[in-house]
């Protein structure tokens, strides 16, 4: 378990801006070092935001994008192309305007896709397209992601692990069907705690002035059943990046001493 390290901007703009700079440099380094990378993708308005960043910037072909994997945290279960699915919106953001190899853009299954209306089977179809990609040593199930990024609800969610649900106590499976999901759509697919945690680099991203509450609880010791983003850390890094606004409840002993 890493110790979760905070960088707090001054508002969501730059706040994508940097993590979008800070992927780039992840994604070169790690195809450098291991000549491919491996990325896990989260929507809501932060996840998005930092595509459309990354989208824009001027490095962003520094990237080898035939040599990466994208994978999803969680996934609405919604029919292919609906503009409320992760893939949907993060293919507008980006990955529409990038040169990536198909066969490397994992997206979880839609409700009418091979495993039709079954949240279970689409996540269990997930969870074998994972482990097919894991290395033949690593006993976790999934790869060894170089990024796995989540956004942090207002209530602690991060995927679509919510407080005290049967998914935020799942211990052996990498990949759940959410069902009765507290907000739309109440049926989802979500990568487990021990999935993430297989992650060499965990990031949080948390802006806006009601997600101060769930950053607070979240880094203040709190059991991951009741606050699922207290639970999700990396191998060798956990990182927060954060704006003003929702660091604004954190303790001064937390807060860090710099801000960009």
């Not at 520094?62 to 919604?78: H, M, N, T, V």
């Amino acid at each position: 378990m890493s110790t979760p390290q905070l960088v707090v901007h001054r508002d969501k703009e730059l706040m994508a801006q940097a993590a979008a700079a800070r992927l780039i440099t992840e994604v070169v380094d790690a195809q450098a070092a291991r000549g491919s990378a491996s990325v896990v993708l989260t929507g809501g308005r932060n996840g998005n935001g930092l595509l459309a960043a990354l989208g824009s910037a001027p490095a962003r072909d520094a990237i080898d994008w035939s040599r990466i994997d994208l994978w999803w945290g969680d996934e609405r279960f919604l029919p292919e192309g609906h503009p409320d699915r992760n893939v949907t919106q993060a293919r507008e953001a980006l990955l529409d305007l990038v040169p990536l190899d198909p066969a490397r853009v994992h997206a979880m299954p839609a409700s009418d896709g091979p495993y039709g209306p079954d949240a279970d089977a689409a996540a269990a179809g997930y969870a074998a397209e994972l482990a097919a990609a894991a290395g033949p040593g690593d006993r976790t199930g999934v790869p060894e992601f170089d990024v796995l990024m989540l956004g942090v609800g207002p209530d602690t969610h991060v995927a679509s692990l919510f407080p005290e649900s049967p998914g935020a106590r799942e211990t052996e499976l990498t990949v759940v069907g959410v069902h009765s999901a507290p907000k739309p759509p109440p049926t989802r697919v979500s990568l487990s705690l021990p999935a993430i945690r297989a992650a060499r680099e965990v990031w949080l991203l948390a802006a806006g002035e009601d997600k101060a509450k769930a950053a607070a609880l979240a880094l203040s010791g709190a059991g991951e059943v009741q606050v699922p983003a207290a639970g999700a850390y990396g191998r060798s890094r956990t990182l927060w990046l954060m704006d003003a606004a929702a660091a604004s409840a954190l303790p001064r002993e937390l807060y860090p001493p710099a801000s960009a």
